[in-house]
T-cell receptor
Framework: DTGVSQDPRHKITKRGQNVTFRCDPI?????LYWYRQTLGQGPEFLTY????????KSRLLSDRFSAERPKGSFSTLEIQRTEQGDSAMYLC??????????FGEGSRLTVL | QKEVEQNSGPLSVPEGAIASLNCTYS??????FFWYRQYSGKSPELIMF????GDKEDGRFTAQLNKASQYVSLLIRDSQPSDSATYLC???????????FGAGTQVVVTP
């Protein structure tokens, strides 16, 4: 059981740099989600894929954030021109059924 | 108004007692409701889901749903120190996709 894996687990970057996170979902799961979580808050929805189609995305993904899921397998989340407010845990999850999400361990981003 | 609201806690519960967690949601058309548990420094994990009005029991956990009042709750019976965690209420407004989370209620079970 490989679970959902995310890479890197930690990323420290300087303001203005671009960062990319990768997520490998559970192999038979066709749904993939990206969330962002800050201390004391619940996960905040970023985007959702069913297979390779990006079906829904937060307004956050309209500018500096972009996500892809080529061929319906792994996914990447890119943040361009990072800001200090982007510092958070970025969580990827996959599922077979809506709402029943399996989360990865997350990628923690620190923007200096 | 947040779409999913929970009391942040902490909710302090003596070992062996019942912990009662509450959640309200704003979208009256929501169909599916979930409870996730998140240990400190870890990712959320699904513990229960409920779709119909009434109660649903799974071991020491009972989820309760009242769609008319837009209210969902989680009871933890015979609370154990290992139940100390943040409990996240999540709502699926449509039949698919965007799961909306509340901010979570921190539960502390004291021996």
């Amino acid at each position: 059981d490989t679970g959902v894996s995310q890479d890197p687990r930690h990323k420290i970057t300087k303001r203005g740099q671009n960062v990319t996170f990768r997520c490998d979902p559970i192999s038979e799961h066709n749904r993939l989600y990206w969330y962002r979580q800050t201390l004391g808050q619940g996960p905040e929805f970023l985007t959702y894929f069913q297979n390779e189609a990006q079906l829904e995305k937060s307004r956050l993904l309209s500018d500096r954030f972009s996500a892809e899921r080529p061929k319906g397998s792994f996914s990447t989340l890119e943040i361009q021109r990072t800001e200090q407010g982007d510092s958070a845990m970025y969580l990827c999850a996959s599922s077979l059924e809506d709402g029943e999400l399996f989360f990865g361990e997350g990628s923690r981003l620190t923007v200096l | 108004q947040k779409e999913v609201e929970q009391n942040s806690g902490p909710l302090s519960v003596p070992e062996g007692a019942i912990a009662s967690l509450n959640c309200t949601y704003s979208d009256r058309g929501s169909q599916s409701f979930f409870w996730y548990r998140q240990y400190s420094g870890k990712s959320p994990e699904l513990i229960m889901f409920i779709y119909s009005n009434g109660d649903k029991e799974d071991g020491r956990f009972t989820a309760q749903l009242n769609k008319a009042s837009q209210y969902v709750s989680l009871l933890i019976r015979d609370s154990q120190p290992s139940d100390s965690a943040t409990y996240l209420c999540a709502v699926l407004p449509d039949s698919w996709g965007k799961l909306q989370f509340g901010a979570g209620t921190q539960v502390v079970v004291t021996p």
